[in-house]
């Protein structure tokens, strides 16, 4: 990999401060949106928006593999964008209709701000850790120092503060003076920028989705210090989300567009190389910025380097058998309300009022409609199809 590459992807993806404030506008109203394009039409295309992260693959190679197309579905070019403020902004106002959002935005955007979002499905699980300077050997390690998350509103922010808060350290997010010996510093980065400022000392470490840590440890600038699939088990990270108007308006054409992303998570289980390759700078579709080789290093397994990560501590449960990202697209539950409670005990700037009356059995049943993607998995011949015992329901483990 081109030692520059990290550099380089900052005018690929900034996620900024300045980002998570022009959400914040959009989110409360204060930012005025254009019309919605078009109303619902059962003709409408397929308009996919997505980040070039490995988060939307199950999106990117169902455009691939023309399983959309399959379902009898027009489809139209993914639309890269470089922000979650730009992807947001482009779903509220209808230019495009399927999008991958980190799965605490999702609450925000229906609770915070009354939008009528729907997750439908999730996109994957894990695919995420905490990469830190070479000298950083335990959490602890971290107090008194910098580490860098991708937003607020994300599982990266809620899995690091929680693995803070049972290693006796405080969270601080607008800090004052030089840090106590107990103090971490909290700062909204970009992922193309996390590499270079972990490399030149201006954070100790960075939580984030692949494959920006794979980026790290490929160039030599950190290693993985945990895998937040190793702290909360089989999370999800981003899910796909759609309109509720869609959903309600013309059922046939969502659930034909949750067959499509469904049967590419399938697909995705079993060519994972394949997946890497199609999914990288050099394919024709061109996805995402990244080169074969670091997109493998997330997506296939390799049992070598598992146990040098069993050795190292980045993975403390090997028993779970948790592959560095998963897919499955079953939106369990229990996963949502654990969500919302750990939520409600995460800082992130802004207002966050509205997450202190939220129910978390409610949001689970009112943000999610399951009832796509259950079709969908039935008609793989059911949850055994993704290596999962045959029930919609589970238990959430988060350890420390």
Not at 42 to 64: C, E, F, K, M, W
Not at 279 to 297: C, H, N, Q
Not at 340 to 349: A, D, H, I, P
Not at 363 to 371: E, G, H, M, P, S
Request: glycine share 6%; charged share 20%.
């Amino acid at each position: 990999m081109n030692d520059d590459l990290l550099a380089n992807l900052s005018d690929d993806l900034p996620l900024s401060r300045r980002d998570f404030l022009r959400l914040s506008a959009l989110l409360t109203g204060s930012l005025a949106l254009p019309p919605l394009a078009r109303a619902a039409n059962p003709n409408d295309p397929v308009r996919i928006g997505y980040l070039p992260i490995t988060d939307a693959s199950p999106l990117l190679v169902a455009h691939s593999k023309k399983l959309f197309e399959a379902q009898g579905l027009e489809v139209e070019a993914p639309k890269l964008f470089r922000s979650w403020a730009q992807i947001v902004e482009a779903f509220m106002a209808g230019q495009v209709n399927v999008v991958h959002l980190l799965s605490p935005m999702t609450v925000w955007a229906r609770y915070g701000s009354n939008f009528p979002a729907k997750v439908v499905a999730w996109n994957h699980m894990s695919g995420s850790a905490l990469t830190v300077a070479p000298n950083i050997q335990t959490i602890k390690d971290l107090g008194g120092k910098k580490v860098a998350v991708p937003f607020w509103y994300s599982v990266h922010n809620v899995v690091l503060q929680h693995l803070l808060r049972e290693n006796g350290l405080t969270v601080v997010t607008k800090p004052a003076g030089e840090l106590k010996a107990n103090e971490v510093a909290l700062t909204i980065m970009a992922p193309p920028d996390m590499g270079p400022a972990l490399a030149n000392g201006a954070i100790a470490g960075f939580i984030v989705a692949e494959p920006f840590n794979a980026a790290a440890e490929t160039n030599g600038i950190g290693r993985v210090l945990r895998f937040t699939g190793d702290v909360w088990r089989e999370h999800a990270c981003c899910v796909v989300t759609m309109h509720e108007r869609d959903l309600k308006e013309r059922p046939d054409w969502s659930q034909k567009v949750v067959n499509g992303i469904v049967n590419a998570q399938h697909w995705l289980r079993d060519n994972r190389k394949e997946g890497a390759q199609l999914l990288s700078k050099d394919a024709p579709g061109k996805y995402t910025p990244f080169p074969p080789a670091v997109l493998e290093r997330v997506l296939v397994p390799n049992a070598e380097r598992q146990q040098q990560y069993v050795k190292e501590g980045a993975i403390r449960h090997p028993e779970w058998k948790d592959e560095r990202i998963e897919y499955q697209p079953y939106p369990f539950p229990s996963y949502t309300e654990q969500l919302v409670k750990l939520l409600k005990n995460t800082q992130v700037e802004g207002d966050n009022k509205f997450l202190a009356a939220l129910d978390p059995a409610f949001v689970a049943k009112d943000l999610v409609d399951d009832r796509f993607v259950r079709k969908s998995i039935a008609a793989l011949g059911g949850l055994k199809a993704f290596g999962l015992p045959e029930k919609f329901t589970r238990s959430e483990t988060l350890v420390a």
